[in-house]
């Protein structure tokens, strides 16, 4: 029996808080054969969910068929345990970012190259309908020329989240944990982002990674930008609180985007066009009107299109190419925020 008629076999790899949704996620669909990780904690979660449990990468694939593997481990155990599961032939959905170093990201990728192994990267939220509508929109040159885009991410971890100490540590922080889906957002609707310059303050928190953290951003196409990032603002201006796609964060309709051009404006991710009838002027009324889009859980719609992937019924909606170049951003973001310096972006 083949892959693509045979019921999917896919573990799941690190039982944190992603992974436990990962986990009940690929249970749901009857899919889930094994969990992995070494925590006592994993074991009981693999006896809820009804599958097995193995505390190592290695110890699963001797034991077990699997047909695709979601890696979703701390940041610096993704380009390893990827690596296993390439040179086993299994396709992966390896949650972002999609390695600690865009160098490290780039050897994964040439592994799953020469092996013809399909990679997907779990920045969810390009499945969600409303990022569709949103990249239609603007490809459609409905707002003209893209002059300027302005992205939030401002809301408060409870001391709790913190509980995972590597959380506080070196390689990780809200920049590279939570910023990094802005920022593939925005190269996804508005283009390539070419240079960066940033300021980060760890003073509220005073962990060795950032709390708050602006950044400058040029697009290829000419478009300037902004983002700002803080986990220590009660205040609901993030993709989490207002896209209602994940249930965990309370629903407050608004915006966490602000894209404009020449002949109009959208935020995203309330889908609210803003624009002008001829000749424009800032004397002339302006018209609002909002595109219908309903969210939904990417996440869901992320794994159907991953065993689509693994059937090769479809290509990898964000692929490792993608991923790593979105990693390449952060980085810059990070490195101009030590040095204070205007970074480019290969």
Not at 114 to 120: F, G, I, K, S, Y
């Amino acid at each position: 029996m083949s892959v693509t008629d045979h019921p999917m076999k896919i573990a799941v790899i690190g039982a944190g808080l992603i992974g436990r949704r990962h986990a009940q996620l690929v249970a749901d669909h009857r899919h889930l054969v094994a969990i992995v990780d070494p925590s006592p904690a994993a074991a009981l979660v693999a006896r809820e969910l009804g599958c097995a449990h193995f505390a190592q990468i290695g110890d699963c694939l001797n034991a077990l068929p699997i047909d695709g593997a979601i890696v979703a481990t701390p940041n610096d155990q993704h380009v390893p345990i990827a690596k296993t599961l390439v040179a086993h032939d299994i396709p992966a959905l390896i949650e972002k970012p999609i390695a600690a170093t865009s160098s490290e990201a780039l050897s994964l990728i040439t592994l799953a190259k020469e092996r013809d192994v399909p990679l997907l990267v779990g920045h969810h939220r390009r499945h969600n309908p409303i990022i569709k509508a949103a990249k239609e929109t603007i490809d459609s040159g409905k707002l003209g020329r893209l002059t300027l885009i302005d992205a939030k991410f401002w809301l408060y971890k409870p001391d709790d989240y913190f509980d995972q100490g590597w959380r506080s540590l070196k390689g990780a922080g809200p920049i590279f944990i939570n910023l990094i889906h802005d920022i593939d957002l925005l190269r996804h609707l508005c283009g390539e982002i070419t240079s960066v310059q940033s300021i980060q303050s760890n003073r509220v928190r005073g962990f060795d990674v950032e709390d708050t953290a602006v950044g400058l951003l040029e697009f290829e196409n000419g478009a300037l930008g902004t983002v700002s990032i803080s986990d220590t603002i009660v205040a609901p201006w993030s993709w989490e609180f207002s896209a209602g796609e994940n249930p965990a964060y309370p629903h407050t309709p608004g915006a966490a985007y602000h894209i404009g051009g020449t002949h109009g404006a959208l935020s995203v991710p309330d889908l609210v066009v803003w624009q002008q009838n001829e000749p424009r002027s800032w004397w002339a009324p302006i018209q609002s009107g909002a595109i219908k889009a309903k969210s939904t859980d990417a996440l869901t719609t992320q794994y159907l299109h991953f065993v689509d992937v693994i059937r090769h019924k479809v290509d990898p909606l964000v692929t490792g190419q993608s991923a790593t170049q979105s990693l390449k951003v952060i980085e810059a973001i990070i490195s101009s925020g030590k040095n204070g310096q205007r970074t480019a972006i290969a």
